[in-house]
Structure formats: structure tokens, C-alpha cells
């Protein structure tokens, strides 16, 4: 017995020893400069991340910190020498997020971009669905030249891992200025030219929908109900595919903003809750324009007036003479590949809505 437990103080120790070495090796890695790191960086966005590791990311990484790969991008860089390249698998969030604004201009006025690959959702074969969205990056830690260019490649059109792999082989190879990037809204980093031209915010408002805090208790169909009804609103909400009048099946429990849901909003107006925002959008309200639903393609219909909820947004032009053109882009094709030139994302906010180039 005492030699075993003897053994196992041994193998303790021994355990020990390795740990001690490993953190001493890592350490010395980590003081190092290198010409090339490639790597996959480890994935976790700030909602998941500990207190300790939240805390040390505002701390160092402030401009990356929401998501742990782009601190690893901005560390790795630290650990280059001049002139040395980084090659990494990361997600595409910071390209277009305008919680990473900062974190891009950092990137695009200090290095010099080589190569970016969009692989989008499939890149991986043991994560399905739309979970990761990943992009190549290559860069160089130089200071951009003037009229810099560097390579795109779209792998996002096919869905196995095989035939994106096939896709970064054979598919048709952009040159980019890295230089424009910095002119695109809000610094996106986009692998097509985005026309700089007059941008649609100049002829148009948006804004975010409302929310009533309890769908369940406030929205109904409008059978449900004899219409017209002074306590009732007609309800906008979403479209899954462009038609002219879609989206209108809904009403809403309004009370002339005097009643139940006025007071659900003052009841927890001490709270950062969703309450709050019943009555996002009312300055667009009642007047003619386009509802895009924010999620997937952007399907469009006609907006009427009505109050809109939070899964739509309605673009309002300032001068109405401009509506019928509003509609022909925002209807078409297009308009979707304009926006998603800037933003990948599921879903969209209405300033990316807005910042696609627009002709009266």
C-alpha cells in the first residue's frame, strides 16, 4: 500500500512536471516573433465566454473582443514579425458587423490584406446548417501601398466542403482594392466593388419595427375581429416571398397608445426590456413606401401605412414622386445582391438597408 500510494505521489509529480513544461514552452512560443502563422483559431462569441475571459478581452482586444477568433486574429498579428503573413481559418462576422468598424480599420489602414476565401455555411463537415460561416484570410503585417489590390475568391454557391474545396481551385479569382474597402460603409470588407455612387440613405429613411412586448396578448388575424375597430391597428408584418400586398393578415391591440400595452411599457420602463420599443418606427408610419423583411432574400411588398412589427423594416422615400422607383429596386433581384455585397448575415439592420447605391 505504501509503495502504490507512493506511486501515485509520483505520477502526481511527474504529471505536474509536464503541465510545468508545457506552460514554459508556450510561454517562450509566445515571446517569439515568426514570418508565418497559420492556424484555425478557436471560435466562442462574448456571450459565452467566462468573466475572466471577457474582462481580459475589453482589456487587450477591445475593438475584437465579441468574438474570440477575431482576438486571436488581432494576437496572432502581434506575433509576427515585419513583413510576415498570417493564413487563418475565421469566421466572416468582422468583414461586415459594424460591432468589428474598428476592429476593420485597424486592418485595413495597418496591413495589407493578401487573400480573402468566403467559404460560407458547409465548410466544415462536422457543423450543419447556417451555425459557422467561415472565411481564408490572408494578410501581410505591412503598412497597405497605395492601390493595393488583393484576391477574393466566393465559395459560398455550393454546400458540401468537397465542392467548396473543389470551388477555391476552379472558381473565377477578383482583385480587390484594398483601398476602396476603407471608402465602403462603415469600412465593410466586401470581395465585389461596391459603385460608389449615390447611396439610397440620401432619398430614403428606414427604421426598426415595433415590438409589443407580448405578441400572444396584443397581435390577432384581422377575422378575429369586426374591422373597423377603434381599439384595433392594422398590423404589418413579414413576407416570404415579393408580391405587391403581402404581410397584412395581422391586427393590433393598440387602444389609441392609451391602454394595455401602454401600460405593459410603463411597467417595466425601469428595464432594459423589449417593451420599450412598442413604438419603434411611428415616425414612418402612415405614409407610402417599401417593407423589406430582414431575414434570408429580403423578400419586398407595399407598405401601406400600418404599423410594421420588428421582423420588417419599412424604407419611406423623402420626396414620394421617388416611390415607384424605390419599388422597382427594392423588388428585384438587385436589391438583394447589393446588400448582401455588404452584409452576409442572416438578417440585416436597416442602415445596411440603406447603404446600397440607389438612382432616383
Known amino acids: 500500500m505504501t509503495k502504490a500510494l507512493a506511486g501515485e505521489k509520483d505520477d502526481e509529480r511527474f504529471e505536474m512536471s509536464v503541465v510545468a513544461r508545457g506552460i514554459a514552452k508556450a510561454a517562450d512560443f509566445l515571446s517569439q516573433r515568426y514570418y508565418w502563422v497559420i492556424t484555425n483559431v478557436p471560435y466562442l462569441s462574448l456571450n459565452k465566454q467566462s468573466e475572466r475571459l471577457k474582462e481580459y478581452g475589453e482589456k487587450k482586444y477591445f475593438d475584437a473582443r465579441h468574438d474570440l477568433a477575431n482576438v486571436f486574429i488581432q494576437r496572432i498579428i502581434e506575433l509576427l514579425h ?46 450543419s446548417g447556417e451555425v459557422v460561416k467561415a472565411i481564408l484570410l490572408s494578410l501581410i503585417n505591412e503598412k497597405p501601398a497605395t492601390h493595393v489590390h488583393f484576391l477574393g475568391v466566393n465559395a459560398e454557391g455550393v454546400s458540401s466542403s468537397a465542392q467548396k474545396a473543389t470551388c477555391l481551385k476552379d472558381a473565377p479569382i477578383s482583385e480587390i482594392s484594398q483601398e476602396q474597402q476603407v471608402s465602403n460603409p462603415d469600412m465593410i470588407i466586401t470581395l465585389e466593388d461596391v459603385e460608389q455612387s449615390t447611396l439610397l440613405v440620401d432619398f430614403a429613411s428606414a427604421l426598426s419595427g415595433c415590438s409589443s412586448g407580448d405578441g400572444v396578448r396584443f397581435i390577432r388575424k384581422y377575422w378575429e375581429n369586426s374591422i373597423p375597430n377603434k381599439d384595433w391597428e392594422f398590423h404589418q408584418s413579414t413576407v416570404s416571398d415579393m408580391c405587391f400586398f403581402g404581410g397584412k393578415s395581422e391586427i393590433i391591440f393598440w387602444e389609441s397608445e392609451q391602454g394595455e400595452m401602454y401600460s405593459l411599457a410603463q411597467s417595466v420602463k425601469h428595464l432594459n426590456h423589449a417593451a420599450q420599443n412598442w413604438l419603434r418606427g411611428k415616425p414612418n408610419w402612415g405614409k407610402p413606401g417599401v417593407v423589406i423583411s430582414q431575414m434570408g432574400a429580403l423578400p419586398s411588398t407595399i407598405y401601406t401605412g400600418a404599423i410594421y412589427d420588428c421582423n420588417c423594416c419599412a424604407i419611406i422615400p423623402n420626396n414620394p414622386e421617388h416611390l415607384a422607383a424605390l419599388w422597382a429596386y427594392c423588388s428585384s433581384d438587385e436589391y438583394n445582391r447589393d446588400v448582401r455585397k455588404l452584409n452576409q448575415k442572416l438578417n440585416v439592420t436597416p442602415k445596411t438597408l440603406l447603404s446600397v447605391p440607389f438612382v432616383s
Open 82 to 127: 515585419e513583413n510576415g503573413v498570417l493564413d487563418v481559418v475565421a469566421p466572416q462576422n468582422w468583414l461586415f458587423l459594424k460591432r468589428y468598424k474598428n476592429f476593420r480599420e485597424r486592418i485595413l489602414k495597418n496591413h495589407s490584406l493578401s487573400s480573402i476565401a468566403r467559404l460560407g455555411p458547409g465548410a466544415f463537415d462536422t457543423i
